[in-house]
């Protein structure tokens, strides 16, 4: 564990060519290090700034007098800061060179490289943030489309902190109730009393059950959603790729076997992160590369969350159309007739219990069709895009509501068998705990080393 005592500095622009870079310190020697760099035209100190002011200057290496770049350097004084310990930003020119030697001058001078995500590890720590909110600043990096940004934004703003705060007062009040049955045996908890917690256990319980089933569809705006797109060659996957995504990204050629590598690219359905995956059509291929093209298909069909089947409507469907229908059964698929400008008067679907489409890649027919019933798989709640009701988003949290709610379920259940109290207040603690691990209450340092080697160096 590193002292929190000590001042750590890192580079919190992306690496290569930028208008500006920035080089960040935080901690108790930020100012007193900034300064031993820093030579502003009046020979102004940074130590002698006001807070959240701009300083204009240079860098310069106090070591023989040699200037590194032009700056502005912004001071800003504990507590009102990201960390809130004392932080200075250097607004360099963005390039690499004079990035790296104003890091490698702020280091020979005390400060300490930061680790991934430490600065905002010492938000957390020094209680400006709880743990989902911190979880939330790297969400909100990592964020594909404007509803995982909204969603990781609301928990960043403490949308999920309140509502874990107000389900633990509520457990903590029917806590302090069955505690007090306890500290005063004589009064044995009447009828009313009992059945009246039981109640306020069971409306907390129904609330846990909710946020926790979110997550199923939560979890698809925060990881993205995978979909490969399969089929017999020149059925016209690659096609259907460009098509949704509106550009050019796969080769497509009346050849059969044209593509050989998966193909991906994101895709926003309202608000939905997608990966799709353009694959190699499936055959008994005639040399290695294409083989080795089939085999990947094959392994991207197995670990999609979706699949988009596609048979040609222009002609009937043979047996490798049937036999890869049969594929994709049991899994979220879509069966996607494409060609239908040019359909064939034979052509049929089985009829199989799958969706099914008919579209064309070449004229964009279906193709909006194809999008809303992708969103409607991974969405069957019906959660529209402007929905700003609260949804759990990560797998740690949902994880944690399921073991409060264990726990919970246990002291109801306790209190109907007419356990001794003592049980019923156990499995009630529990439940507090579980869900103040949700917001940092309750860590390990493991957990917090995990969730933080997520971020980047700098943030
Ligand atoms: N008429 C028609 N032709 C299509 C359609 N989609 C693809 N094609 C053609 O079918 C051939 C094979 O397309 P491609 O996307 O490479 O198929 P893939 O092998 O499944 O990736 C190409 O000549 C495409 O122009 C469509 O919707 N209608
Ligand atoms: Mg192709």
């Given at each position: 564990?590193?002292?929190?005592?000590?001042?750590?500095?890192?580079?919190?622009?992306?690496?290569?060519?930028?208008?500006?870079?920035?080089?960040?310190?935080?901690?108790?020697?930020?100012?007193?290090?900034?300064?031993?760099?820093?030579?502003?035209?009046?020979?102004?100190?940074?130590?002698?700034?006001?807070?959240?002011?701009?300083?204009?200057?240079?860098?310069?290496?106090?070591?023989?007098?040699?200037?590194?770049?032009?700056?502005?350097?912004?001071?800003?004084?504990?507590?009102?800061?990201?960390?809130?310990?004392?932080?200075?930003?250097?607004?360099?020119?963005?390039?690499?060179?004079?990035?790296?030697?104003?890091?490698?001058?702020?280091?020979?001078?005390?400060?300490?490289?930061?680790?991934?995500?430490?600065?905002?590890?010492?938000?957390?720590?020094?209680?400006?943030?709880?743990?989902?909110?911190?979880?939330?600043?790297?969400?909100?990096?990592?964020?594909?489309?404007?509803?995982?940004?909204?969603?990781?934004?609301?928990?960043?703003?403490?949308?999920?902190?309140?509502?874990?705060?107000?389900?633990?007062?509520?457990?903590?009040?029917?806590?302090?109730?069955?505690?007090?049955?306890?500290?005063?045996?004589?009064?044995?908890?009447?009828?009313?009393?009992?059945?009246?917690?039981?109640?306020?256990?069971?409306?907390?319980?129904?609330?846990?059950?909710?946020?926790?089933?979110?997550?199923?569809?939560?979890?698809?705006?925060?990881?993205?959603?995978?979909?490969?797109i399969i089929g017999k060659?020149?059925v016209g996957k690659?096609?259907l790729?460009?098509?949704?995504?509106?550009?050019?990204?796969?080769?497509?050629?009346?050849?059969?076997?044209?593509?050989?590598?998966?193909?991906?690219?994101?895709?926003?359905?309202?608000?939905?992160?997608?990966?799709?995956?353009?694959?190699?059509?499936?055959?008994?291929?005639?040399?290695?590369?294409?083989?080795?093209?089939?085999?990947?298909?094959?392994?991207?069909?197995?670990?999609?969350?979706?699949?988009i089947a596609v048979v040609d409507?222009?002609?009937?469907?043979?047996?490798?159309?049937?036999?890869l229908?049969?594929?994709?059964?049991?899994?979220?698929?879509?069966v996607l007739a494409n060609?239908?400008?040019?359909?064939?008067?034979?052509?049929?679907?089985?009829?199989?219990?799958?969706?099914?489409?008919?579209a064309?890649a070449?004229?964009?027919?279906?193709?909006?069709?194809?999008?809303?019933?992708?969103?409607?798989?991974?969405?069957?709640?019906?959660?529209?895009?402007?929905?700003?009701?609260?949804?759990?988003?990560?797998?740690?949290?949902?994880?944690?509501?399921?073991?409060?709610?264990?726990?919970?379920?246990?002291?109801?259940?306790?209190?109907?068998?007419?356990?001794?109290?003592?049980?019923?207040?156990?499995?009630?603690?529990?439940?507090?705990?579980?869900?103040?691990?949700?917001?940092?209450?309750?860590?390990?340092?493991?957990?917090?080393?995990?969730?933080?080697?997520?971020?980047?160096?700098?943030?």
């Amino acid at each position: 564990m590193n002292s929190p005592d000590d001042t750590i500095a890192a580079i919190s622009t992306p690496t290569g060519e930028g208008g500006i870079g920035i080089v960040r310190l935080s901690g108790r020697d930020a100012v007193r290090i900034a300064d031993r760099i820093f030579s502003s035209p009046k020979s102004r100190k940074l130590e002698g700034s006001r807070s959240h002011t701009v300083n204009y200057g240079f860098l310069v290496d106090p070591a023989g007098g040699r200037r590194i770049d032009e700056v502005l350097a912004t001071v800003m004084r504990a507590p009102k800061t990201y960390t809130m310990e004392d932080v200075v930003e250097f607004n360099c020119h963005g390039g690499m060179l004079p990035l790296r030697e104003a890091l490698h001058l702020l280091l020979r001078e005390g400060a300490r490289l930061a680790e991934p995500g430490e600065f905002t590890k010492r938000a957390f720590l020094n209680g400006r943030i709880d743990l989902s909110q911190a979880e939330a600043v790297i969400d909100l990096i990592k964020a594909k489309t404007d509803r995982a940004e909204r969603l990781a934004l609301q928990q960043l703003e403490g949308g999920l902190s309140r509502r874990i705060t107000g389900l633990r007062d509520r457990i903590t009040d029917t806590c302090v109730h069955v505690e007090a049955c306890i500290d005063f045996p004589e009064d044995e908890p009447e009828l009313t009393i009992k059945d009246e917690i039981i109640g306020s256990m069971r409306a907390i319980g129904t609330e846990l059950k909710e946020l926790s089933k979110g997550y199923d569809e939560g979890r698809f705006f925060r990881e993205g959603v995978s979909a490969a797109i399969i089929g017999k060659p020149n059925v016209g996957k690659s096609s259907l790729l460009n098509a949704l995504l509106e550009k050019d990204r796969a080769i497509v050629t009346d050849m059969p076997g044209t593509t050989r590598d998966v193909v991906e690219d994101l895709l926003n359905i309202n608000g939905l992160p997608l990966r799709i995956m353009d694959t190699a059509g499936i055959r008994d291929a005639c040399n290695l590369a294409e083989m080795e093209g089939v085999k990947r298909s094959l392994k991207a069909l197995e670990g999609a969350d979706i699949v988009i089947a596609v048979v040609d409507a222009g002609s009937p469907l043979d047996e490798a159309d049937r036999e890869l229908l049969d594929k994709v059964r049991h899994k979220r698929a879509v069966v996607l007739a494409n060609k239908c400008d040019i359909e064939a008067a034979d052509f049929s679907l089985p009829d199989m219990g799958i969706n099914c489409i008919r579209a064309s890649a070449l004229t964009g027919e279906g193709l909006d069709a194809l999008k809303n019933r992708i969103y409607s798989l991974c969405i069957s709640s019906g959660a529209s895009q402007d929905t700003e009701d609260l949804m759990i988003t990560n797998e740690r949290h949902k994880q944690s509501l399921d073991r409060a709610l264990a726990s919970l379920r246990d002291a109801g259940e306790s209190l109907e068998r007419s356990d001794p109290l003592e049980v019923t207040a156990i499995s009630l603690r529990e439940a507090l705990d579980a869900l103040g691990a949700i917001v940092g209450l309750i860590t390990t340092e493991d957990i917090l080393n995990r969730i933080f080697s997520e971020f980047c160096i700098g943030k």
